[in-house]
């Protein structure tokens, strides 16, 4: 899922957009996912959040999405062993 399909009803300009794009492909590589992992979407909308709230430095927008999205999925791994 290519980040630029949720960014098409954003209102950020091309300079934006290509700084958010930076930080979805870099994020995609540290978690080593790739656009069909359902991660993507999850990585792809906590950048624009971020970016939302005026974080334009692609470092810490990946930094930050992908703690969060890490964050997440630990959480849920967690919740799904205390379901079995």
């Known amino acids: 899922m290519p980040i630029t399909r949720l960014l098409q009803n954003a209102s950020f300009g091309p300079d934006d957009i290509n700084i958010l794009v930076r930080a979805f492909e870099e994020a995609l590589g540290t978690l080593r996912v790739d656009r069909n992992d359902p991660i993507s979407e999850a990585l792809a909308k906590k950048i624009i959040e971020l ?34």
């Not at 999205?69 to 849920?76: F, W």
Request: proline share 3%.
């Open 51 to 84: 970016a939302q709230r005026g974080e334009r430095d692609p470092i810490q927008l990946r930094q930050h999405a992908v703690r969060a999205v890490s964050h997440s999925n630990l959480s849920l791994s967690k919740a799904g062993t205390l379901i079995d």
